[in-house]
């Protein structure tokens, strides 16, 4: 196959599968050592007691689980190197020197954005507000894994699909990370249009269920994704690093 | 039990997280009253609000605060004693609103607008509140504005800045400018991920901690 037709085989795939992601509430996994995890634990330091408070919350946030999930594919981009910019359509994002570095070599890029819906974050708030600061704790960190898990069922979902092209997929990257200004959201939702999972944007720039993930990744030939280079990152104080 | 061992069972109750004789933990106090029922029985056999407060409450309060500097113990443990010291708290309420028990002073609180994080801005707000001082928790994504609305109400209030995203740390340095510029009086104390000693410095800002325990004994330098 030559580089046009696979270019043309993709375009098709895409033309046919962008919009929203299937993705069953019952399916979403999220292991309890990544909510001790969140809290500085290792499983050896939790009891039983925190174990079944994890386990109850864990069975109360699928039931309130609404998950949403899209993704578009943006074939017109320029890249402009000493900048970090990346011009998409006609919307120019200004990345971070990492951002940059791990999609200038992407064919296409595509634009994303999943959800847990609000209900699991109104539980969260509600809990604390009747004093149940750990219960409330708990459904935080099992809503935001939850909405890593949707993201991440995402990006397999395409990674596997551009495999049967022999292409493949870079990292993700949200406004926010990796030097990434937050207040650039507004430019990504832009260009995700009807594809937003209904997430609104604050002034600041935050997104509305915070459950949500919005973000960007490359596609194309000779792509993987790799561990996120934390050590060529001069930013040593990100909460993300060695994640 | 008489006045002092009900006041050592209490912060028992409070260090260790026994909220109520109905709370299931810690399970080694299973059935026995907790920080609400000692409490009440405190107040009727006429021990002193005050008394209770210092000597039995904030010195629970210390202890996990320690404990989880030293990381003896974890987030969970720390919840669950600031809930014990919370129930413990509504008895002491209408001694608070009568003045005969005072707190140490006020302290503001909030994340950073941009930032919608308030795991971290929570467990400060608790443990300060824990140390004996009234806590204003203006909640997530603040602006200068709402910052310094609350300093109007409260001129004598510390102020304490949260931000985990190394991105909104742009808008904790505008929002300590803002502040200070109004207000070069107003103690401000920053924290969270990615803060640290030289960016408290670099933006102007009177103290850093790295954990609520820090933030407490930053406050109470200030009252000492």
Not at chain 2, 78 to 83: F, G, P, Y
Request: net charge negative; aromatic share 8%.
């Amino acid at each position: 196959m030559t580089d046009k037709t696979v270019n043309s085989d993709v375009n098709q795939w895409f033309a046919h599968n962008q919009g929203l992601v299937d993705i069953l509430p019952e399916k979403v996994v999220v292991e309890p050592y990544r909510i001790l995890k969140g809290m500085g634990m290792q499983p050896a330091d939790a009891d039983d007691y925190l174990l079944d408070l994890i386990s109850n919350e864990m069975e109360a946030c699928k039931k309130k689980l609404m998950p949403e999930a899209a993704f578009n594919v943006h074939f017109s981009h320029q890249f402009s190197p000493g900048k970090y910019h990346i011009k998409l359509d006609e919307i120019t994002f200004k990345t971070s020197k990492i951002v940059y570095s791990f999609l200038k070599k992407s064919t296409y890029l595509v634009l994303f954005s999943c959800t847990c819906g609000p209900a699991i974050e109104n539980y969260s708030r509600e809990l604390m507000k009747e004093g149940n600061s750990l219960e409330g704790l708990i459904v935080d960190l099992i809503g935001s894994e939850m909405a890593e898990w949707i993201t991440e069922e995402v990006h397999l979902f395409i990674e596997k699909a551009m495999e049967q092209f022999g292409w493949g997929v870079s990292n993700r990257y949200s406004p926010g990370y990796c030097n990434w200004p937050v207040s650039e959201q507004h430019k990504l939702f832009a260009l995700l249009g009807e594809n937003n999972c209904g997430i609104k944007l604050t002034p600041t720039s935050l997104m509305l269920p915070i459950k949500s993930v919005s973000g960007m990744l490359g596609i194309g030939p000779g792509l993987k994704r790799l561990a996120y280079k934390c050590n060529i990152c001069d930013d040593k104080n990100c909460i993300m690093r060695g994640k | 039990m008489n006045s002092e061992e009900l006041l050592a069972k209490l912060s028992e109750c409070v260090e260790f997280g026994k909220v109520n004789k109905n709370a299931p933990f810690p399970p080694a106090m299973k059935g026995m009253d907790g920080a609400d029922e000692l409490t009440a029985q405190a107040l009727e056999m006429g021990v002193d609000p005050v008394d209770i407060l210092n000597n039995a409450l904030i010195g629970a309060m210390d202890k996990v605060g320690e404990k989880f500097s030293q990381k003896k113990i974890f987030v969970p443990q720390m919840l669950i004693s600031a809930k014990a010291m919370n129930a413990a708290m509504e008895h002491l309420k209408p001694y608070f609103q009568s003045g005969q028990v005072k707190r140490k002073g006020k302290f503001i609180i909030g994340t950073v607008a941009g930032d919608l994080h308030d795991i971290g801005k929570n467990l400060v707000a608790m443990i300060v509140e824990g140390a004996g001082w009234e806590v204003i928790d203006l909640g997530v994504d603040v602006n200068a504005a709402k910052f310094m609305q609350a300093i109007d109400t409260n001129p004598e209030a510390v102020v304490g800045l949260s931000a985990l995203l190394t991105t909104t740390m742009a808008s904790m340095k505008n929002i300590v400018a803002e502040i200070k510029g109004k207000y070069p009086e107003v103690k401000l104390i920053v924290g969270g991920a990615p803060v640290t000693e030289a960016f408290k410095t670099e933006i102007g800002a009177d103290g850093y901690s790295d954990d609520p325990q820090g933030a407490v004994s930053y406050l109470n330098a200030l009252v000492a």
